[in-house]
Nanobody
Framework: VQLVESGGGSVQAGGSLRLACTASKGAAPGYCMGWFRQAPGKEREGVAVIASDGSTVYDGSVKGRFTISKASAQNILYLQMDRLQPEDPALYYC????????????????????????WGQGTQVTVSS
């Protein structure tokens, strides 16, 4: 599966951005899609994950400010980011893959994604104070 992110950019603190991730095919049952981010010098971390049934999970640092959603008919994953803060700048990636067994959307988020899943190239988000 090919994933292409878009929508990154520079915004002032308190502003908003909407990221989009276009997938070459849709997510089958059992698949999760998520947004992850990596700032310079830091490990990649999970931001938000959405399961094939539409249920979602968020990192505590973005809960209430970011919203993950998907347009299944168009194979597009979104991340609406509101009230952006100085700690939010990073390279944002989307990822998709099957999550089963002992894994679930929460473990996918907590682990910062799975390397064997499909990944996009990332889109940069910058926040100025």
């Amino acid at each position: 599966v090919q994933l292409v992110e878009s929508g990154g950019g520079s915004v002032q603190a308190g502003g908003s951005l909407r990221l989009a991730c276009t997938a070459s095919k849709g997510a089958a049952p059992g698949y999760c899609m998520g947004w992850f981010r990596q700032a310079p010098g830091k490990e990649r971390e999970g931001v938000a994950v959405i399961a094939s049934d539409g249920s979602t999970v968020y990192d505590g640092s973005v809960k209430g400010r970011f919203t993950i959603s998907k347009a299944s008919a168009q194979n597009i994953l979104y991340l609406q980011m509101d009230r952006l803060q100085p700690e939010d700048p990073a390279l944002y990636y989307c990822s998709m893959g099957y999550v089963g067994g002992t894994a679930n959307k929460a473990t996918m988020l907590a682990r910062g994604g799975y390397e064997y899943h499909s990944w996009g190239q990332g889109t940069q988000v910058t926040v100025s104070s």
